[in-house]
């Protein structure tokens, strides 16, 4: 019998697509809500299941989310139900660090300013002379040693820099080594590094971790990427920051209201990278992303746990 699996996620073209090519044989996908109740699979991307989606399903034997967060999903409501949730921590670090790096050479190196003195026909080498910085020898903050944040370690060493982190459980001694980076309290770390990147969960206890006070505290001139979740930084405080020239730049991947509003304040800086939450939405991730969660179902098919379950 072939078994159903019902996509709760964007309806783009691309990411459908590549979706379908992945569906083992035995399933079938399905990408209309209305067949939850017919749903022996929920498989889930950035779009929310509520309660009364999941009592919609009502024959659901797993709700398989394809990537790390869970932001939207239900969980008291699959655990009442007997529903086993799963994530997929850490499938898609790689192209989040990435992209990491990407936005914090992009700040640095003002490539987007050029890219568009370039493009107008202004040709202008020092237009970005003294505002732009190389990254090599720099003292690189990473807040959140997770999947993605040891990820970004490994690729930032390659650049030279001093490499610090915060987390609110200390890594192992070992993996400190193996990284050569040094455990610094959040606040000495915000004030001791040329560039801090974000890789943590929007909780009740992070969001605005990176607030008014942070901010003020980091090192003139610095450079703030975040790559996690918006909640995490306050982002009316970190456009204060930019503006008074206490900070001396932003990448921004992730933002506290998405889509991001086209008249947002730091749109409008010129010291700010910006893009649609869009870190892992590489052909090589999704695919990687998507395989890791059919995975995951075929487990279940088949009678097995599914890896990675939360706790519901």
Not at 66 to 92: I, K, S, Y
Not at 104 to 132: I, Y
Not at 304 to 312: C, I, K, T, V, Y
Request: net charge negative.
């Amino acid at each position: 019998m072939v078994e159903r699996i019902v996509w709760i996620g964007e309806d783009d073209p691309a990411v459908l697509e590549l979706l379908a090519e992945e569906v083992p044989a035995g399933f079938s996908l399905v990408t209309s809500r209305d067949a939850l109740p017919d749903a022996d699979y929920i498989l889930n991307g950035a779009s929310p299941v509520p309660a009364a989606m999941i009592a919609e399903a009502g024959r659901v034997r797993l709700i398989q989310r394809v990537g790390a967060g869970v932001d939207g999903l239900d969980l008291a409501e699959a655990g009442r139900r007997g529903v086993p949730v799963a994530n997929l921590p850490g499938v898609n670090a790689a192209g989040v660090a990435e992209h990491t790096l990407l936005l914090v050479l992009a700040v640095l190196r003002r490539l987007c300013v050029l890219d568009g003195d370039t493009r107008r026909g202004e040709w202008e080498p020092n237009r970005a002379l003294r505002a732009s910085a190389e990254l090599g020898g720099k003292a690189f903050g990473i807040v959140g040693l997770g999947h993605v944040g040891r990820e970004v370690a490994a690729r930032a060493r390659a650049f030279g820099v001093t490499l610090r982190y915060f987390d609110a459980v200390r890594a192992d001694p070992g993996v400190e080594r193996e990284l050569g980076i040094e455990y610094l309290p959040l606040a000495e770390l915000l004030a001791t590094c040329d560039v801090v990147t974000v890789h943590v969960p929007l909780t009740s206890a992070t969001r605005h971790l990176i607030g008014p006070a942070e901010l003020a505290a980091m090192r003139p001139g610095a450079v703030l990427v975040n790559v996690a979740r918006g909640g995490v930084v306050d982002e009316s405080a970190l456009a204060g920051a930019l503006r008074s020239g206490h900070l001396g730049g932003a990448g921004l991947d992730v933002w506290e209201t998405e889509p991001v509003p086209p008249d947002h304040p730091l749109l409008r800086l010129p010291n700010v990278v910006a893009t649609p939450h869009s870190a892992a939405q590489t052909r090589d991730t999704v695919r990687r992303v998507f395989r890791a969660a059919l995975a995951n179902v075929q487990r279940v098919s088949r009678g097995e746990p599914p890896l990675h379950r939360l706790a519901s």
